[in-house]
């Protein structure tokens, strides 16, 4: 019996397993390692209107047990999106949720609307950690007014989930998950990468051609599921949790701390049998601890109020 | 493209700051062909990226690989301490490689130091069919140590000191050689200042030629994004869509860093 | 020829090595190791008014190259120290560093006013991480106003040179470093810990007693060293920054990024001899590098126009 | 307190899920006394704590410390490891130890389990010029094993499951031993739950008792305040102050987990 099948956003998914956005491509690039389709559902890069070519210069630096990147956004943009890749991942039975992004609000609600066409997309992670061109430059998801904002224009524009990832890089993560949810997010996801910066001292410069980057990987985790638990007792909608995810019981620890799915990114890197690890090993994990599915551990560890208030307001 | 716990056959210091590692590796040597790399797992959780390392040599009858690699921080210095009978993850073999599908043609090899790594497998396929010369140089004799380990008979060792072969610079030597013969195709790996070299003298003298680009990586297999480069036909991947590329496609050998975003 | 003296905030240190708060006790527990009287300057355990029995339960988690810690300000009081730690330190010759706290502006004010009068406390680190009981429980350092305010009253009562302390869990940290230089700091130290937790999976309940914790240790160094770059080149006054240093080559990434000095902490409980290897190793770099002092390299892969600007404002 | 690089002489699997290791160190050997402890240091580098170890036995004049130790999560997993040859990074002896001044006087000791770690070493040193009875408790036959690592002759050994010794529990057999004839001092290691039961028992019987315990910690040497108990003194670090305390002096054993601040 598969314990964890898992409702998420409306979508049956086998299990609460993702790729985190960035980290797995556009779902065919591990293939001879996995079928995807033994995902749950595959979250694929960061999508913009137009085909960017990223930043210049180094991407990557690795940090003590984490890494730094900053691709800035590289993608063939939507048209091709649609009309090559997804031609190329057809194969994959586990849903596609396109990650989207913009730099001002008008090209979120561009690309919103784009993906609101593509059937073959099956919700929309909403990732408001860029830069805000037009405001100054700070991410969407830094300021919370901009942050209900762009969810409410984007709501209006697509029938299909919203799930909105929020960056850590903020005082108020909870402040920010509830305005996004008062706004029409059908979940929230969390973390995107915190930002963070590497120095090679031979050459006196910083490593990454950007000097920032973001910060994943296991170093992370513990920021992560500090927010994992603070926002999943505030909000009434799920939460897809992911930062430094890389053993069954890192995942373990997620679902404890109020995640209702996961997503995998720069474990899969590390270990590119991770995610088949950790479905086998939740589902053993299910079955030695008689567990009907997954889900019953899903915020366990929040004090008993908050549990009841949860289940009061979703009721 | 598979992903093997490997027992290592050897691993033993070559010279100067290089090594040699043997391990059995049933699958990948049958598949892997020159130019070619592996990303190898550290075992220090410290460390989350596996490192790239080229093919050096695959011997699919006995299923061993060869990685010819230099200890220049953590990573590869962790590498350098694992012993014979120790187990190492490797991911591979990746990336295109060279074009190898040629016959009856001259053909030059240049290696610089750590870049003769994908060149011994090469030199062996090319050799079958075609006439091949290698010009294999480095900082001093440890440098070039390794081409004892090369089976072909037509090389050209040129050392920074001359304390072995002819002192001087792989440029150099080309150069003599496109000057006194004509030849079909240059393949090259080695530093980054010594490829551009090659790659120019090689455009001046009308020669198509191959280059074997690095770039950081931290997925190996198209998924991150992390090892763009532009190129003629658009961004590209050095780990899928390389590490070998015609010199020619490359567009921006060496962006100048400039703030872009911090996205991811 | 001793290459590492510096001047910071006034104060003739033989080198630019502290030991970060809370992680070297009051001076004299790593004695058996080497002398304290080698480091730059002591930076003691976080000092209250009352003496603090700190949090119930567990204290300490370890987590992936970084370890949690909820200490809860445990501490013997302002008094104590007075009368009978600072007599078992007054061998030491390095300039003691009082690291002062408070739930209320208050108690700021209070324990401001006593260290005033202790001639063997050189300066005093302000950490205002901590909880503002007042205010709704949000830290004197997420709220930029709040921090101003702290800082200029504390200003007020003292004529000691005042550290800064900031929390890293902030929004705009280059906000709060301008506004605590406007009211008044002589210096800013960085990074405090990043918030976080950890879960037994087994035992079903977060590890520490308090649920969360501070992060610190390797995994926070990309913050920390992102934090120090930016704050350096927005203020006019020195930057003390630490925040996961575990080696010489991390201390030069620090000096490169912005920092003037450097805090050990995490770094010496894995290896109680760190401070003394990275004075060895920061004087050898010198050295080799024919740097007549380390404070050649402090923010030497800042911008060109940063360093202009900088250089034109401390003119 | 020392800091010391030591050779592993010897490191073997005991029983259960028990090691026990042996590594030569000149000046800590010397220092040591029983129920103090050292501070392992993890190769792994994603590991930044040391492990507490208790000191099993040292030799002084051998040089030799030995550790007996439990493997419970990825660190002592890493040390089940290590190989005879391989150096590890050790700081102490750190730590008060157990009352080892007494003479002339009846004692009991008490180990459970991994809580016999301490007690081979205060066994010795009492055993001098005191009476010495000791009661070792374990899971099964594997997890008692030890004692035959032990130079005492008075032993009682119980096991949960009676594969070896008595059936039954350690403190049900020191209620008898009490029961039976008068003692002056108990001391005892192990689980939680029965250093309370025992604790009570030796309360209950009017005689003292010491106890080691354990949390958390980080630095080991009372600078990070992070293994803090509530004593009838204060605030005590089980590091410094401990790991050994007169059971008497601990007012909260059990700690209720509740938030307080998050404040450093
Ligand atoms: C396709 C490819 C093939 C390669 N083949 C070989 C080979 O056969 N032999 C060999 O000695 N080296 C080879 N390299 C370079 C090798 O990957 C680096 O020297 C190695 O990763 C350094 O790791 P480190 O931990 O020792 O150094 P560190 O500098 O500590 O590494 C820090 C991070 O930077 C990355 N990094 C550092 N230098 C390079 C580099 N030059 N290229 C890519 N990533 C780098 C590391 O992978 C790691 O993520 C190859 C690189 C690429 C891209
Ligand atoms: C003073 C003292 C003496 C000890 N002596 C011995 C001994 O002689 N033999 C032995 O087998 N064990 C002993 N322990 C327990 C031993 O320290 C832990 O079992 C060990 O740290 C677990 O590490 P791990 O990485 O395997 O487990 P993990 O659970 O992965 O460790 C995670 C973190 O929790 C800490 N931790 C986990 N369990 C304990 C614990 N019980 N006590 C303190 N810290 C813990 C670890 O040190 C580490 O920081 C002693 C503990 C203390 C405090
Ligand atoms: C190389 C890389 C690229 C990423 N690209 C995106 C992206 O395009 N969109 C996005 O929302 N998040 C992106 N992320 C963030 C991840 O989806 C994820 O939130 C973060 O890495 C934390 O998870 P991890 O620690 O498991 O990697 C990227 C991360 C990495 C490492
Ligand atoms: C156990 C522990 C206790 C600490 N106590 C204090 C404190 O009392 N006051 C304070 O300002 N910072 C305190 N800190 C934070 C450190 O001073 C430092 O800012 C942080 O740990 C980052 O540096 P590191 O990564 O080198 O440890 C404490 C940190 C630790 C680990
Ligand atoms: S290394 Fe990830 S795309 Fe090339
Ligand atoms: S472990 Fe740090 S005070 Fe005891």
Same mark, same amino acid.
């Given at each position: 019996?598969?314990?964890?099948?898992?409702? @998420?956003?409306?979508?049956?998914? =086998?299990?609460?397993?993702?790729?985190?956005?960035?980290?797995?491509?556009?779902?065919?690039?591990?293939?001879?390692?996995?079928?995807?389709?033994?995902?749950?559902?595959?979250?694929?890069?960061?999508?913009?209107?137009?085909?960017?070519?990223?930043?210049?210069?180094?991407?990557?630096?690795?940090?003590?047990?984490?890494?730094?990147?900053?691709?800035?956004?590289?993608?063939?943009?939507?048209?091709?999106?649609?009309?090559?890749?997804?031609?190329?991942? /057809?194969?994959?039975?586990?849903?596609?949720?396109?990650?989207?992004?913009?730099?001002?609000?008008?090209?979120?609600?561009?690309?919103?609307?784009?993906?609101?066409?593509?059937?073959?997309?099956?919700?929309?992670?909403?990732?408001?950690?860029?830069? +805000?061109?037009?405001?100054?430059?700070?991410?969407?998801?830094? +300021?919370?007014?901009?942050?209900?904002?762009?969810?409410?224009?984007?709501?209006?524009?697509?029938? /299909?989930?919203?799930?909105?990832?929020?960056?850590?890089?903020?005082?108020?993560?909870? #402040?920010?998950?509830?305005?996004? &949810?008062?706004?029409?997010?059908?979940?929230?996801?969390?973390? =995107?990468?915190?930002? !963070?910066?590497?120095?090679?001292?031979?050459?006196?410069?910083?490593?990454?051609?950007?000097? @920032? #980057?973001?910060?994943?990987?296991?170093?992370?985790?513990?920021?992560?599921?500090?927010?994992?638990?603070?926002?999943?007792?505030?909000?009434?909608?799920?939460?897809?949790?992911?930062? #430094?995810?890389?053993?069954?019981?890192?995942?373990?620890?997620? @679902?404890? %701390?109020?995640?209702?799915?996961?997503?995998?990114?720069?474990?899969?890197?590390?270990?590119?049998?991770?995610?088949?690890?950790?479905?086998?090993?939740?589902?053993?994990?299910?079955?030695?601890?008689?567990?009907?599915?997954?889900?019953?551990?899903?915020?366990?560890?929040?004090?008993?109020?908050?549990?009841?208030?949860?289940?009061?307001?979703?009721? | 493209?598979?992903?093997?716990?490997?027992?290592?056959?050897?691993?033993?210091?070559?010279?100067?700051?290089?090594?040699?590692?043997?391990?059995?590796?049933?699958?990948?040597?049958? *598949?892997?062909?020159?130019?070619?790399?592996?990303?190898?797992?550290?075992?220090?959780?410290?460390?989350?990226?596996?490192?790239?390392?080229?093919?050096?040599?695959?011997?699919?009858?006995?299923?061993?690989?060869?990685?010819?690699?230099?200890?220049? $921080?953590?990573?590869?210095?962790?590498?350098?301490?694992?012993?014979?009978?120790?187990?190492? =993850?490797?991911? !591979?073999?990746?990336?295109?490689?060279?074009?190898?599908?040629?016959?009856?043609?001259?053909?030059?090899?240049?290696?610089?130091?750590? $870049?003769?790594?994908?060149?011994?497998?090469?030199?062996?396929?090319?050799?079958?069919?075609?006439?091949?010369?290698?010009?294999?140089?480095?900082?001093?004799?440890? %440098?070039?140590?390794?081409?004892? +380990?090369?089976?072909?008979? &037509?090389?050209?060792?040129?050392?920074?000191?001359?304390?072995?072969?002819?002192?001087?610079?792989?440029?150099?030597?080309?150069?003599?050689?496109? *000057?006194?013969?004509?030849?079909?195709?240059?393949?090259?790996?080695?530093?980054?200042?010594?490829?551009?070299?090659?790659?120019?003298?090689?455009?001046?003298?009308?020669?198509?030629?191959?280059?074997?680009?690095?770039?950081?990586?931290?997925? $190996?297999?198209?998924?991150?994004?992390?090892?763009?480069?532009?190129?003629?036909? #658009?961004?590209?991947?050095?780990?899928?869509?390389?590490?070998?590329?015609?010199?020619?496609?490359?567009?921006?050998?060496?962006?100048?860093?400039?703030?872009?975003?911090?996205?991811?």
């Amino acid at each position: 019996m598969n314990r964890l099948k898992t409702s @998420f956003v409306g979508l049956d998914l =086998n299990n609460p397993i993702m790729t985190a956005s960035g980290c797995f491509g556009f779902g065919r690039e591990y293939k001879d390692y996995f079928d995807p389709s033994e995902l749950g559902a595959v979250v694929v890069k960061g999508l913009t209107n137009e085909p960017r070519d990223g930043n210049y210069g180094t991407r990557i630096a690795e940090t003590p047990a984490g890494m730094l990147n900053c691709v800035g956004l590289e993608n063939p943009g939507i048209d091709y999106f649609e009309n090559v890749i997804l031609e190329e991942i /057809k194969d994959i039975t586990s849903p596609i949720i396109a990650n989207i992004n913009g730099k001002t609000v008008e090209e979120y609600i561009e690309i919103a609307k784009r993906v609101e066409k593509i059937d073959a997309v099956k919700a929309i992670e909403l990732n408001i950690s860029c830069p +805000n061109v037009k405001d100054g430059g700070m991410a969407f998801g830094a +300021n919370p007014e901009v942050a209900g904002k762009v969810t409410k224009m984007v709501r209006e524009v697509t029938t /299909k989930p919203i799930i909105v990832k929020l960056s850590p890089n903020v005082t108020d993560i909870v #402040g920010i998950a509830k305005i996004v &949810e008062a706004n029409g997010a059908d979940a929230v996801a969390l973390i =995107n990468t915190l930002l !963070g910066m590497a120095i090679d001292i031979k050459k006196k410069k910083p490593v990454l051609g950007n000097i @920032f #980057g973001g910060l994943s990987g296991p170093a992370v985790k513990p920021v992560a599921l500090r927010m994992v638990y603070q926002v999943s007792q505030a909000v009434n909608i799920p939460v897809l949790g992911m930062g #430094g995810i890389s053993s069954v019981e890192d995942a373990i620890e997620f @679902f404890m %701390a109020g995640a209702n799915a996961i997503s995998l990114g720069t474990g899969i890197f590390t270990n590119p049998m991770l995610p088949v690890e950790i479905k086998e090993g939740l589902q053993k994990y299910c079955e030695e601890n008689n567990l009907e599915n997954i889900s019953e551990i899903v915020g366990c560890i929040h004090p008993p109020k908050a549990v009841e208030e949860k289940k009061e307001k979703t009721a | 493209m598979y992903l093997e716990d490997v027992k290592i056959l050897e691993n033993r210091y070559v010279g100067d700051k290089y090594y040699l590692m043997k391990v059995r590796a049933p699958k990948a040597a049958k *598949a892997a062909k020159a130019g070619q790399f592996f990303m190898i797992k550290c075992k220090n959780d410290v460390r989350v990226l596996r490192r790239p390392i080229s093919l050096h040599h695959a011997d699919a009858d006995n299923e061993v690989l060869e990685f010819y690699y230099e200890t220049v $921080g953590k990573g590869t210095a962790e590498f350098a301490g694992l012993q014979t009978g120790d187990e190492i =993850n490797i991911q !591979g073999p990746l990336g295109t490689g060279f074009d190898t599908g040629i016959e009856g043609k001259k053909v030059i090899l240049v290696g610089g130091g750590m $870049g003769m790594a994908p060149l011994k497998l090469l030199a062996e396929k090319l050799g079958e069919k075609n006439s091949v010369r290698f010009i294999a140089g480095g900082r001093d004799a440890g %440098a070039v140590e390794i081409v004892k +380990n090369f089976n072909i008979d &037509e090389i050209t060792v040129v050392t920074d000191d001359g304390s072995v072969g002819v002192k001087g610079n792989t440029v150099e030597v080309l150069k003599d050689m496109l *000057a006194k013969d004509s030849y079909d195709l240059i393949y090259t790996c080695g530093p980054h200042g010594m490829m551009l070299a090659v790659a120019d003298t090689a455009y001046q003298s009308g020669v198509r030629c191959q280059i074997s680009l690095e770039e950081r990586m931290a997925c $190996g297999v198209k998924a991150c994004v992390g090892c763009s480069i532009k190129t003629k036909a #658009g961004m590209k991947k050095v780990c899928a869509d390389g590490p070998v590329f015609d010199a020619e496609e490359i567009l921006d050998f060496d962006p100048a860093d400039k703030p872009g975003c911090s996205c991811n």
